[in-house]
């Protein structure tokens, strides 16, 4: 089993040595300074330019994590905790932040790994809030979540 199938499955620590466990129950303000546990709870294809030594999923972990029912739980449960980050924060909600290409990696993420209707439906709540905040969220962002 690969160290990001292992993470997700609650059987493996990340590159810092937290589990998922210990991530999943960062409060706001350590979710908000640690900029190194998003790559581990919402992985991709691609390097991090942000983490170079996060995880980078090969098909076959693409394909162990969509299959494993505990990466799966792992993974709606992070989409939880980063909507409750995202609805109890405003830092964010400016024209451009570091946690605007979280969200687009959170996005992509759940395309990737969970499916369309999750992917679809954390972008639909990130932008509800955005319009119920009148927050002057770039074009630029609001693009890349669009396309994400």
Do not use: K
């Not at 997700?8 to 590159?15: R, T, V």
């Not at 991090?48 to 299959?67: F, G, K, M, N, Q």
């Amino acid at each position: 089993m690969s160290a990001i199938t292992a993470f997700l499955e609650g059987e493996g620590p990340d590159a810092r040595g937290r589990t998922l466990f210990d991530v999943l129950a960062m409060d706001n303000v350590a979710l908000e300074r640690n900029h190194d546990f998003i790559q581990w709870l919402f992985p991709l294809r691609e390097p991090s330019r942000a983490v170079p030594e996060a995880p980078v999923l090969a098909d076959t972990e693409v394909e162990a994590i969509r299959e494993s029912v505990m990466a799966q739980c792992a993974l709606a449960a992070a989409t939880d905790r980063m909507d409750a980050f995202y609805r109890a924060t405003h830092d964010w909600l400016m024209p451009n932040d570091h946690n605007h290409l979280r969200i687009t990696r959170i996005i992509r993420s759940l395309r990737l790994l969970v499916g369309d209707e999750q992917a679809d439906a954390f972008r639909a709540a990130i932008m509800a809030r955005v319009e119920a905040t009148r927050a002057p969220v770039s074009a630029r962002s609001r693009g890349y979540w669009a396309t994400a």
